[in-house]
């Protein structure tokens, strides 16, 4: 592709290199990125509205560190088995970074942040989590530094059950036989939540133990969500034939509100000028 014309008559236009990489992209709005590649195909130059980026990668051809406009950026260190370990940059005269720990199957075991002193090394801020996994291989628990742990019990291939902090429940789910839930208990079952499906597999109601928040959904034959409905507001959605968002009839006690809405041949939305009468663009 070279040029890319929307409805609105805008174009943006592709040049590529000898070997078909994107060389400059012009946008929409005229903004211009370049690229330039290695022998190998990587991206080593970038241009960006006068930044300038340099992409530098080590004999494995995993990206190392990067400099915008001549100054350092991002840097990457690898293990021997080639899995990130850290990733650092300067901010305000402060080293920040991420390390990452492994277990033996390449599983993320503990991330640590640190900002230091990049003259003394001195340490200046540390905090780590630490994660850990089931037997089969889904993560099950996280524990950041001072807090309680965070823990997921699930099901089968890995359907989430609930969830505890420190031992103490947080919420439990219900699912039926497609594993899609019906319902959700939290806050020591201070709260319940009924949810329930049509034959379609569209959410059908969510009932809470609080009726004021009850809502109730109806769509049409093409899917599209038509109504919200609840006991002190009821929304209704109307659509294009080729299923654009054309209005929103909002009612409530002492509220009848009609939205419409219009777009440009592109798609994007336009103001509504009765609720913007001074915009200059009209559907």
Same mark, same amino acid.
């Given at each position: 592709?070279?040029?890319?014309?929307?409805?609105?008559?805008?174009?943006?236009?592709?040049? #590529?290199?000898?070997?078909?990489?994107?060389?400059?992209?012009?946008?929409?709005?005229?903004?211009?990125?370049?690229?330039? #590649?290695?022998?190998?195909?990587?991206?080593?130059?970038?241009?960006?509205?006068?930044?300038?980026?340099?992409?530098?990668?080590?004999?494995?051809?995993?990206?190392?560190?990067?400099?915008?406009?001549?100054?350092?950026?991002?840097?990457?260190?690898?293990?021997?088995?080639?899995?990130?370990?850290?990733?650092?940059?300067?901010?305000?005269?402060?080293?920040?970074?991420?390390?990452?720990?492994?277990?033996?199957?390449?599983?993320?075991? !503990?991330?640590?942040?640190?900002?230091?002193?990049?003259?003394?090394?001195?340490?200046?801020?540390?905090?780590?989590?630490?994660?850990?996994?089931?037997?089969?291989?889904?993560?099950?628990?996280?524990?950041?530094?001072?807090?309680?742990?965070?823990?997921?019990?699930? #099901?089968?291939?890995?359907?989430?059950?609930?969830?505890?902090?420190?031992?103490?429940?947080?919420?439990?789910?219900?699912?039926?036989?497609?594993?899609?839930?019906?319902?959700?208990?939290?806050?020591?079952?201070?709260?319940?939540?009924?949810?329930?499906?049509?034959?379609?597999?569209?959410?059908?109601?969510?009932?809470?133990?609080?009726?004021?928040?009850?809502?109730?959904?109806?769509?049409?034959?093409? !899917?599209?969500?038509?109504?919200?409905?609840?006991?002190?507001?009821?929304?209704?959605?109307?659509?294009?034939?080729?299923?654009?968002?054309?209005?929103?009839?909002?009612?409530?006690?002492?509220?009848?509100?009609?939205?419409?809405?219009?777009?440009?041949?592109?798609?994007?939305?336009?103001?509504?000028?009765?609720?913007?009468?001074?915009?200059?663009?009209?559907?």
């Amino acid at each position: 592709i070279t040029v890319l014309t929307n409805e609105n008559g805008s174009q943006s236009t592709f040049l #590529y290199d000898p070997v078909d990489r994107l060389a400059e992209q012009r946008g929409f709005d005229g903004r211009t990125q370049r690229y330039r #590649y290695s022998a190998t195909g990587q991206l080593v130059h970038s241009e960006d509205e006068g930044l300038i980026t340099l992409w530098h990668y080590d004999a494995s051809d995993r990206i190392t560190h990067r400099t915008v406009n001549g100054d350092p950026a991002e840097q990457w260190q690898y293990d021997d088995h080639g899995w990130l370990t850290e990733i650092s940059h300067t901010s305000e005269g402060h080293r920040v970074a991420v390390h990452y720990g492994y277990d033996d199957k390449g599983r993320l075991t !503990g991330e640590r942040q640190t900002v230091e002193n990049p003259e003394t090394g001195e340490m200046l801020w540390e905090h780590e989590t630490k994660h850990a996994y089931s037997e089969q291989g889904l993560a099950n628990r996280q524990e950041p530094d001072g807090l309680p742990p965070v823990e997921w019990l699930t #099901y089968g291939s890995g359907y989430l059950a609930g969830m505890k902090l420190g031992g103490t429940p947080l919420v439990e789910y219900t699912r039926d036989r497609l594993h899609r839930e019906t319902a959700r208990s939290f806050g020591g079952e201070a709260c319940e939540l009924a949810t329930a499906w049509n034959t379609s597999g569209q959410l059908q109601s969510r009932h809470l133990n609080l009726p004021q928040l009850d809502r109730d959904y109806d769509w049409n034959d093409n !899917g599209q969500l038509i109504r919200i409905s609840g006991p002190q507001e009821s929304r209704e959605y109307r659509y294009s034939d080729t299923g654009r968002l054309t209005g929103v009839h909002t009612t409530a006690a002492n509220l009848d509100i009609d939205i419409p809405y219009a777009t440009d041949p592109a798609g994007n939305r336009l103001p509504d000028p009765e609720l913007h009468p001074d915009s200059t663009l009209t559907a």
